[in-house]
């Protein structure tokens, strides 16, 4: 893959966060924001319960473009949290630095 084609959920992020910052009534992520964290969490779960159906039903197609839209409006939802990739990037790593079962331990004690 050249560095022309190459996209990155970072690459998303930063048009997620120049579009939600932009007063254009035709943009949907501006939309989104506008509407606040319920609406927009709302979607996130919609697009998380089409994802979840797609997988299931085994149609990879379907799924590929569920997968694009829950990952776009778990972006939004960020954005608006204001909680940038990267820190979330960072606790996956942190995640990573264990086992599963470790992780899931220290999450859960008891």
């Known amino acids: 893959m ?3 084609e190459r996209f990155t959920l970072a690459d998303l992020e930063n048009i997620v966060a120049e579009r939600a910052a932009s007063d254009d009534p035709k943009s949907y992520t501006a939309s989104l924001k506008r509407k606040g964290q319920p609406v927009a969490a709302k979607k996130l779960g919609e697009e ?4 979840v159906i797609a997988a299931i039903e085994g149609d990879p197609a379907r799924l590929t473009s569920e997968a694009a839209d829950l990952l776009y409006h778990l972006l939004v939802v ?3 949290g204001r909680v940038p990739l990267a820190d979330v990037m960072a606790e996956l790593r942190r995640r990573t ?9 220290a999450r859960n004690p008891g």
Not at 48 to 51: F, I, P, Q, R
């Open 97 to 105: 630095a264990q086992t599963g079962l470790e992780e899931k331990a």
């Open 48 to 51: 998380a319960v089409e994802t």
């Open 2 to 4: 050249s560095g022309a």
């Open 78 to 80: 960020l954005e608006i």
